[in-house]
């Protein structure tokens, strides 16, 4: 969410940086349905001291028996009141239309943020390791995982369609045995704390990390209040004899079941503990002294993939569920940039310890996501793809997500509460680990070697064979 007075104060600066983002110019909106809510405001606050003044004076006509001169000052006040109460119509109007225009902007990038339309433009910053050498064709996770019977695409979808798998048996305990290596070594080495988030969050919680209203195609929701009218309607089509002899109460029934379902709890499926592990500061005012607050989490994460149509559809690069290891890092302004750089290299090193060829990009303009102003890629090499993906994306959200939940800290100084600034990253997808360690430590034979970290959560088992 944007500062309107900084969009007031900047309305060139803040076009430029859209622009940057191949954006049209929004300044002007903005800034005419600002001047509308101000001039309402002072409007209002007009008739509210004409009320006020009003009001007084009946006391005093009455006092002087002037029974005229009071009636026609109540008839006044009776006015006011209805213009008072027609402006606070409007004022609501305005606010919401003003809210709901900037919930759509996405972010600012950062001066430093390489312009660009699309990835092509991202910059490679570093490189760690050596791409791995073959004496034989090396082959794709998801031809590895399936010719050892351990990884199984066909029967996942026969219980929930694409982009799903089921890993088993060695894969299955390889899966776990990445989380919690990531685990230890983010809460052990690098000081996280780790959180058991809730996986199902209200519309504020999505709303506040940038998900909803703009990203709602790509959500899984839990469709409570749907369910509910969906059932009313069932309900509805199997009583219709009953319905011309009852109308007036059936109509009375059905009127306070659509209410009750309109207001029913309703529920997100995260698509990444970056939702439950940010809000954890919502409507909070921190101390400048506990900052930063960092933590981590593995949960399953859900994306139904809406704008990636026909992307990846085969193996595990892109699913609909998947386990992530999320980092969270919660800061003052004068904190965030150092931060970026820490979180980015905690993320890296996760890599480093399992041997993974890789590099690190900063995404441009045209690449970024919505409610970041900085972003780091860390791409794994594939062998089976020939080419470097993404396993990690790591942003630096300023304080765009601390404006949309009201997440403050007191400065040092005590003067005036200031927004916190937050961060996010991968630390990292546990499924992509997962295929990149098959890749990259697939056998002529079709076996998979245990990178060395990973043996002691596997119990010292050093291959995975068929």
């Known amino acids: ?82 213009e008072i109460q027609a402006g606070e119509e409007e004022q609501r109007r305005l606010e919401s ?23 092509t433009a991202n910059v490679e910053i570093r490189r760690w ?67 058991s988030p809730p996986i199902l969050v209200r519309d504020q919680a999505m709303f506040g990390t940038g998900q909803l209203p703009k990203f709602k195609e790509d959500q899984f929701f839990a469709a409570e209040m749907e369910w509910r009218k969906k059932r009313l309607g069932e309900i509805l089509n199997s009583a219709q004899p009953e319905i011309a002899e009852n109308r007036t109460r059936l109509g009375e029934i059905v009127d306070e079941l659509l209410e009750r379902a309109e207001t029913a709890e309703q529920f997100w499926l995260i698509p990444t503990a970056e939702v439950p592990l940010t809000n954890l500061v919502r409507e909070q005012i921190l101390n400048a002294a506990e900052l930063p607050l960092r933590f981590t989490a593995h949960t399953p994460c859900f994306r139904a993939e809406a704008g990636a149509a026909g992307k990846d559809t085969t193996g595990m690069m892109r699913m609909h569920q998947f386990s992530k290891v999320e980092l ?27 041997g993974l060829f890789h590099r690190v990009v900063v995404l441009c303009t045209g690449d970024m996501g ?16 020939n080419r470097f993906r993404e396993i990690s994306s790591c942003s630096n959200c300023a304080e765009f997500q601390a404006r949309r939940m009201n997440a403050r800290y007191r ?6 509460n ?12 546990v499924g992509r680990t997962l295929l990149a360690v098959v890749e990259n430590y ?17 119990g010292g088992l050093e291959r995975i064979s068929r």
């Not at 902007?105 to 660009?116: E, H, K």
């Open 129 to 195: 390791g050596t791409k791995p050498e073959f004496d034989f064709v090396p082959k794709e996770h998801f031809e590895l995982g399936e010719a050892l019977g351990e990884m199984d695409f066909a029967a996942a979808a026969r219980m929930s369609g694409s982009r799903f798998v089921i890993l088993k048996n060695r894969l299955a305990r390889l899966e776990r045995a990445i989380a919690q290596f990531m685990l230890d070594l983010h809460t052990e080495n690098f000081g996280y704390l780790e959180v």
């Open 411 to 416: 400065p040092e100084d005590g003067k005036h």
């Open 1 to 82: 969410m944007h500062d309107v007075k900084f969009i007031r104060e900047n309305p060139e600066r803040f076009d430029a940086a859209l622009k940057r983002r191949g954006l049209a110019p929004l300044s002007a909106e903005v800034l005419a349905l600002d001047a509308a809510l101000r001039t309402l405001l002072a409007n209002l606050q007009q008739f509210q001291a004409r009320r006020n003044d009003a009001s007084r004076r009946i006391g005093q006509a009455k006092a002087r028996k002037d029974e005229a001169g009071a009636n026609a000052l109540i008839a006044e006040v009776a006015g006011l009141k209805d």
């Open 442 to 458: 697939q056998q002529k034979d079709g076996s998979i070697l245990i990178p060395e970290a990973l043996r002691p959560y596997m």
């Open 370 to 385: 919505f409610a970041s102003t900085k972003t780091y890629d860390i791409e794994v090499w594939l062998p089976g793809q």
């Open 97 to 119: 239309q003003l809210s709901e225009f900037l919930a759509s902007v996405p972010n600012l990038p950062a001066d430093d943020v390489p312009d660009g339309p699309d990835e």
């Open 328 to 354: 969270v890092s919660i800061t003052t302004a004068e904190q965030s940039a150092e931060e970026h750089e820490r979180m980015t290299n905690c993320a890296q090193e996760v890599l480093k310890r399992l």
């Open 418 to 429: 200031r927004f916190v600034h937050t961060l996010n990253g991968s630390g990292l997808a």
